[in-house]
T-cell receptor, first 113, second 116 residues
């Protein structure tokens, strides 16, 4: 099955700085990579996703890049704000069988005002 | 609102007891996934149902079971509860399936289970 590694586990930045979270996956057949943001005590919510036929996708201050050859993908947040503080999960979904999203262990992002 | 409904939101019960968590997926979604999130832990996949049938199992204990009904709602049954079962249990749904290209998974608000 798919295995997703996520780093770092904790990331502390100053407001206005950029934040980068990196994930690697093991199954080369995975073709869909969503990122979820989970605020304390709330449900994970999709913030951006990328499919395997795309190398980069951007949505305002958030961007995701995918390197299929190296099997890694990254989340980039620019001009961070205190409200960006949350736990971020990357996921990879296998393309066949059960389509189960396999999640990384999460990154706790803390943005200091 | 993701469209996925979980009940109850909070549940406090004693060790050894049995509880049932309920999930109603988004309209039209055939896949339901159950995840467990313990303190400082990521989302641990438990089990998936697709259109009423069990499709995949993850790290689900034998004391736990689930089912998906004809109306596509799902229930997660936790029995012989232990203190370590205290966690946030999420249900997610998606349109993903063998013949569907696959879409994002939408999460419910979760059920916080506390075993005392």
């Amino acid at each position: 099955g798919e295995n997703v590694e996520q780093h770092p586990s904790t990331l502390s930045v100053q407001e206005g700085d950029s934040a980068v979270i990196k994930c690697t996956y093991s199954d080369s057949a995975s073709n869909y990579f969503p990122w979820y943001k989970q605020e304390l005590g709330k449900r994970p919510q999709l913030i951006i996703d990328i499919r395997s036929n795309v190398g980069e996708k951007k949505d305002q201050r958030i961007a995701v890049t995918l390197n299929k050859t190296a099997k890694h993908f990254s989340l980039h947040i620019t001009e961070t704000q205190p409200e960006d503080s949350a736990v971020y999960f990357c996921a990879a979904r296998e393309s066949g069988g059960s389509y189960i999203p396999t999640f990384g262990r999460g990154t706790s992002l803390i943005v200091h005002p | 609102d993701s469209g996925v409904t979980q009940t109850p939101k909070h549940l406090i019960t004693a060790t050894g007891q049995r509880v049932t968590l309920r999930c109603s997926p988004r309209s039209g979604d055939l896949s339901v996934y159950w995840y467990q999130q313990s303190l400082d832990q990521g989302l641990q996949f438990l089990i998936q149902y697709y259109n009423g049938e069990e499709r995949a199992k993850g790290n689900i204990l034998e004391r736990f079971s689930a089912q998906q009904f004809p109306d596509l709602h799902s229930e997660l049954n936790l029995s012989s509860l232990e203190l370590g079962d205290s966690a946030l249990y999420f249900c997610a749904s998606s349109a993903a399936g063998p013949r569907v290209g696959g879409t994002e998974a939408f999460f419910g608000q979760g059920t916080r289970l506390t075993v005392v």
